[in-house]
């Protein structure tokens, strides 16, 4: 069964950064791909960022420029390194392992953006 576990989460001020990390079980970036989505508040959970097993990237244009995500060289664990965050960044962020039949998630980390 395979696990992600993300941490990483917190409380930052505006501007700030924070870098989310999502564990896996075993190396299952190797066969899946990567994605980083948020739910904020009473809104529906929206893909951000997704890396592909080739290690290309691609993001939700709000947070182009903002946020990174990668890969550990053993492609047991996936990254989002969140930067000059908003207010409006506050959600539930969630990791996940997809390789378009099956896709494995994790619990969710929280992330408060607020002064």
């Known amino acids: 069964q395979v696990q992600l576990v993300e941490s990483g989460g917190g409380l930052v001020q505006p501007g700030g950064s924070l870098t989310l990390s999502c564990a896996a079980s075993g190396r299952i970036f190797n066969d899946y791909a990567g994605r980083w989505y948020r739910q904020p508040p009473g809104k529906e959970r929206e893909v951000l960022a997704h890396i592909g097993m080739d290690g290309q990237s691609v993001y939700l244009d709000s947070v182009k420029g903002r946020f990174t995500i990668s890969r550990n060289n053993a492609k047991t664990t996936i990254f989002l390194q969140m930067s000059s965050l908003k207010p409006e960044d506050t959600a539930v962020y969630y990791c996940?392992?997809?390789?378009?039949?099956?896709?494995?998630w994790g619990q969710g980390t929280q992330v408060t953006v607020s002064s």
């Open positions: 996940s392992a997809t390789d378009g039949h099956i896709t494995h």
